[in-house]
């Protein structure tokens, strides 16, 4: 088998990179346009974005983070990422050039720390990726109820690509992944009432359908925006739907 190059080692890495609101590698979403890499192992990235107003925090996170994992690579020389085509490209292609961090980069615009962004985003994935197991589990078993889910644990969970990613998410949140833990908890890993768990699955559905919405729209921008970038998004896995719900009224 031949070995992988530095280019495609790199597009390797950034397959980790995420985007902190739609949840979904950035390559993937086809938010990478190009990496090259030269004679002495430098890389230079280029990445695109749906739209040129795309929010200067998220811009700058999935390219700070792309230059992380690139600079990490055994063998990478010096690594350049370059945001294309945003309204604030020139602002933070400087900041990453100069490794001013995000507070240095944006000055007084930094109202609150990249961990702190980080934080918000990862408890909506964590909320996401639970809604889509237990709704799983939901049409596995249909003798099963809602008002039943409080005593579903980790262990319970088939092992599926549903599964696999609440068990990163609850990772990347500091919560238990034994399989002894309950599924249904909140940010902090506590877990509900009986009485309460069909409000709060349906507050962890409203947050799932808020970020596949919110990614279906994106792509389409993207290829709008860049018709050459389909050919560089993935399908995106199905869902799954709710068993049933009731019909909601016209507001």
Known sequence: MATPTLEQRARQALDAVLDPELD??????GFVRSVEADLGGGLTVHLRLPTSFCSPNFAYLMASDAKDVLTALPDAGPVT?????????D???????????????????????????????????????????LTALLREH???????????????????????????????????TAPSEPVLVDDHGRSFPPGEVPLRLRYARAIRISIDGNAHFC?????????????????????????????????
Do not use: C, W
């Open 81 to 89: 990422v370059l945001l294309d085509d945003h309204h604030d490209s």
């Open 24 to 29: 979904e590698p950035i390559t993937d979403l």
């Open 142 to 176: 249909p003798a099963l109820t809602e008002e039943k889910l409080h005593a579903v644990v980790l262990g319970d969970l088939p092992d599926t690509a549903a599964t696999r990613a609440l068990l990163r998410r609850r990772e990347a949140l500091g919560l238990g």
């Open 91 to 133: 602002l933070i292609n400087r900041g990453l050039a100069a490794d001013a961090g995000y507070r240095g980069t944006f000055g007084a615009e930094a109202e609150e720390s990249l961990e702190g962004l980080r934080l918000v985003f990862r408890r909506k994935a964590h909320a996401a990726a639970m809604e889509r197991a």
């Open 219 to 251: 792509r389409g921008l993207l290829r709008t925006r860049y018709p050459q970038s389909a050919a560089d998004q993935s399908p995106r896995g199905t869902d799954p739907r709710p068993p049933t719900l009731p019909r909601e009224k016209a507001s």
